[in-house]
């Protein structure tokens, strides 16, 4: 399927657009108690109402882009918990995007770091040369005697000690099959490379035919940073991989990924394979698995997936798991893209508000759909001594996975 390129709706010049979204709000404060940095801070200005009518007041040049405004809305997570309850249906993540690339790339972007990470080439040549150095026993007294502040030092503590998997491989698929092209991205083509082989097993055990897109980074750190022309670059790739896949759905196991591939592909079905998997779900069994797991599931699993009730259905077909989901729904982990790197200590406190309510479970393994949340969240596990393993859910379904032929 042949793919557009990236359509405004309305034909309005970018202040235009912020003004006539902004103007969608009614005021009401509904979005106020779902908002993780109002809880955080419980400041106007540090809630979805507050942002709004700073990003209006901004684009209408009543105010001047002061450090202190744009800090506001530098700390909004995009978990766009505000817009799935907003009764007004305001657009407050496209207003969001909009207003960052009114200001431009914030001034805490780790430009320099994010290039790097979006590479996943150079990322594993960096992670062999850093096994090779043994990176893993002194990277966290490095990352000790950086700045506070400094997203290199939280960089390092997020760096995983595990060698990357093997990129992604396929084998088995049957040609008849509907075909479905698996985006692999950045970040998550070296660390959840895992994830993404075990979404390939069920797919194919569900009898679907999978294909994988080359791996580069789909432009969401970019987006969400007010880095326009970087995404708008990203998006282009998006596009000409997705037009010469030949597939009908394009899929990824990292639901942070979702709302941008959707957002350079408008028109094209961009699903979590979860909702494919669940629509066959009669089709896999599982061997049983005594165990007691913590499911925290991610805004972007929420809000933009909306794939957390097929989760916890596809989890509970494998018979002796008990899957506990997190008592407060639904809160940031506060890894939000490369927020746990621009405000690490604010990225920390979410992070372990998010720990806190999955130690009441007391689990034996935590799970999370997302690369970004579950290095973030194993960072802390890590620093509190919990010793959870943390796994993505499909990993967990794969691995129980029998094979019947
Ligand atoms: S819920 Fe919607 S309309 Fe109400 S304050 Fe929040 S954004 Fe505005
Ligand atoms: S996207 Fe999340 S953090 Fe940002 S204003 Fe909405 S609820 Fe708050």
């Known amino acids: 399927m042949m793919s557009m390129p990236l359509e405004k709706s309305p034909q309005l010049a970018p202040v235009g657009r912020i003004a006539e979204l902004a103007d969608q709000c009614v005021q009401c404060g509904l979005c106020l108690p779902v908002c993780p940095t109002y809880a955080l801070d419980r400041n106007e200005a540090e809630s979805p109402r507050g942002r709004i009518a700073i990003a209006s007041a901004l684009a209408r040049g009543l105010v001047d882009p ?3 405004l744009r800090e506001h809305l530098d700390h909004c997570l995009g978990c766009l918990n505000c817009e799935k309850v907003c009764p007004a249906n305001v657009q407050y993540g496209e207003l969001l995007i909009e207003t960052r690339a009114l200001l431009g790339p914030a001034p805490r972007r780790p430009r320099l770091l994010l290039n790097v990470i979006k590479r996943p080439a150079l990322m594993r ?8 150095l043994a990176l893993r026993r002194w990277k ?5 005697r950086l700045p506070v502040h400094s997203p290199w030092r939280a960089a390092l503590f997020n760096l995983p000690t595990k060698a990357p998997a093997t990129p992604v491989r396929i084998s088995g698929n049957d040609r008849q099959q509907p075909r479905l092209a698996l985006f692999p991205g950045c970040v998550a083509s070296v660390d959840d490379a895992q994830a993404q082989q075990a979404a390939i097993t ?4 569900a009898g679907f035919h999978v294909s994988v897109l080359p791996a580069f980074c789909c432009g969401a750190m970019d987006l969400h940073g007010g880095a326009t022309a970087a995404a708008e670059q990203a998006a282009q790739c998006v596009r000409q991989a997705w037009d010469s896949s030949g597939a009908s759905q394009l899929l990824s196991v990292t639901p942070g990924c979702l709302g941008t591939l959707r957002r350079a592909l408008p028109g094209v079905s961009v699903l979590d394979p979860v909702e494919l998997l669940a629509t066959r779900a009669e089709s896999l069994h599982f061997r049983p698995l005594a165990q007691r797991v913590a499911l925290h599931l991610p805004c972007t699993q929420i809000n933009v997936a909306r794939t957390d009730v097929a989760l916890l259905q596809l989890l509970r077909r494998v018979p002796g798991l008990e899957v506990l989901s997190l008592p407060r729904p639904p809160y940031c982990c506060g890894a939000a893209g490369s927020h746990l790197l621009e405000f690490p200590e604010r990225a920390a406190q979410l992070r372990d508000a998010t720990l806190r309510q999955a130690a009441t479970l007391e689990p034996q393994q935590l799970l999370s759909s997302n690369i970004g949340c579950r290095l973030h969240l194993a960072t802390g596990i890590d620093q ?6 943390s796994l ?7 691995q129980q996975l029998e094979h019947r032929h």
């Open 66 to 68: 002061t450090a202190g």
């Open 125 to 132: 040549a960096l992670r062999r040369f850093g096994g090779w």
């Open 140 to 144: 966290n007294g490095l990352a000790q």
């Open 202 to 205: 069920l797919l194919q055990a």
């Open 384 to 389: 509190q001594g919990l010793r959870w393993p």
């Open 392 to 398: 993505h859910p499909l990993t967990l379904l794969a």
